[in-house]
């Protein structure tokens, strides 16, 4: 699809563009694992349909002011709602919000998108309010979910949306992405390629913070260590590999930060909106600056802003000094996907498939774990893993679930020297 930031995902991007060129559902979703593209290829759809290029097949053409406005997060006719507050949900309150604001007139007087990004966080109330506009929706509206586990969403709402799957990318791709955007070297890009597993945002984020790729071999050669401990030993062990955990978190998540509106302007400008349109009339945004009108450089799959109020430390049970809640939560998802990616690479060494690595630099201490590893004792953690993923997303204790996870690694003897 000319003029698409998406790579890697060919039966999706020619769904888009049949999308842009024909007519477009009211609702799509987008599902697939994190950082694969669905919020870029969410943005390049709305790009698109916003775009003001005569020729459709030429759309987006990234040079009109509808594609301009899309670029800089500032299209009025574009919103996108993310999770925030203390259990990092989507809530009821921010999906109202939204519908109140699609019932309007558009501003540019085109289409009008809404992007909810992992939308899996959504909880019960707001997806049943959701539910509400997409049974009912206003004329001209596009609304995109993209969800990391479509499974966590209604029935009801995945039976009433165009559903497109998009997978990881092949890491060749990845290379020639990371090349293309000049944010690194081609030895680094491999590397930066190998380690996210087919996720170009996660390659882009690694490309830009290498302080979380330190954290990242950090932890790999930890949870090694990890194999030869004794259970009082490892309590101790999974703590600090919790901590560099978050620092990596943290990295990836400095790397991807959007350049978007402030969310107080935001709420201000739909307060606006929502205040005239209760006195019968719609109302024209302020125009943006022509230096926010420049598009920014980077367009990675990254999260947005929500809609949501601002929620302060105290509000959110959070302690100055000390990770909050969905700081601990993240930090534990995060270690989770690195362990997995480790878990695999031991079980591929074992069976002798050592060609897809995530990190070539650590083949010798694979072979001599994976070795002295029992028959079936990756695979059973493996899927203890995905448990244990899903316990945190219920709220589960993070540190307790690490606890739980560090007693239930395999175990091997230390190598004789």
């Known amino acids: 699809m000319g003029g698409a930031f998406t790579r890697g995902q060919p039966t ?26 669905k919020t870029t290829l969410a943005l390049d759809l709305a790009a698109g349909l916003l775009c003001l290029d005569p020729v459709p097949a030429d759309r987006p053409c990234r040079a009109c002011r509808g594609c301009r406005l899309v670029a800089s997060g500032n299209h009025p006719d574009l919103h996108r709602i993310a999770p925030g507050g203390p259990g990092d949900q989507v809530r009821i309150d921010a999906i109202r919000a939204l519908a109140a604001e699609l019932a309007l007139l ?9 992007v909810i990004e992992r939308a899996q966080r959504m909880n019960e109330d707001a997806q049943n309010a959701l539910l509400k506009t997409l049974e009912e929706p206003p004329g ?10 479509e499974d966590r969403l209604l029935p009801t709402i995945r039976s009433r949306c165009a559903r497109l799957r998009l997978g990881t990318v092949g890491a060749r791709q990845i290379e020639a992405w990371l090349a293309e955007r000049g944010v690194t070297d081609p030895p680094a890009a491999a590397q930066m390629a190998r380690l996210a597993g087919g996720r170009p945002g996660l390659a882009l984020a690694y490309a830009l913070a ?3 790729v330190a954290a990242r071999a950090e932890i790999d050669r930890s949870l090694l260590d990890l194999l030869a401990l004794r259970p009082y030993l490892r309590l101790a062990a999974v703590k600090a590999a919790l901590g560099r955990a978050r620092d990596l978190s943290d990295a990836i998540a400095r ?4 350049v978007v509106e402030p969310p107080d302007r935001e709420a201000a400008r739909l307060a606006a909106r929502l205040t005239s349109a209760r006195r019968g009339r719609a109302v024209a945004l302020e125009a943006p600056s022509e230096a926010v009108l420049d598009p920014i450089a980077s367009q990675a799959p990254v999260a947005g802003m929500t809609l949501e109020p601002a929620v302060d430390a105290a509000d959110a049970g959070e302690t100055p000094g000390r990770a909050s809640p969905i ?3 993240r930090a534990a998802a995060q270690l989770i996907d690195v362990w997995r990616d480790l878990a695999l690479d031991l079980e591929r060494t074992r069976l002798g498939d050592a060609r897809r690595l995530h990190d070539p630099g650590l083949l010798d201490e694979m072979r001599s774990a994976a070795g002295r590893l029992p028959d079936g004792a990756i695979g059973s953690f493996i899927a203890r893993l995905a448990r244990v993923g899903e316990a945190i997303e219920g709220n589960a204790s993070p540190e307790l679930a690490m606890d739980v996870l560090a007693l239930a690694w395999p175990r091997i003897e230390p190598a004789t020297r």
């Open 106 to 114: 558009p501003v540019e007087g085109g289409a009008r998108l809404a």
């Open 140 to 149: 001209g509206v596009v609304i995109v979910l993209c969800a990391d586990d």
């Open 12 to 37: 999706a991007l020619a769904a888009v563009r049949a999308m842009i060129e024909g007519q477009a559902p009211h609702a799509v979703l987008l599902g697939g694992p994190p950082s694969v593209g």
């Open 210 to 212: 290498p302080d979380g």
């Open 255 to 258: 790397a991807a930060t959007p």
């Open 327 to 329: 700081e601990r939560r």
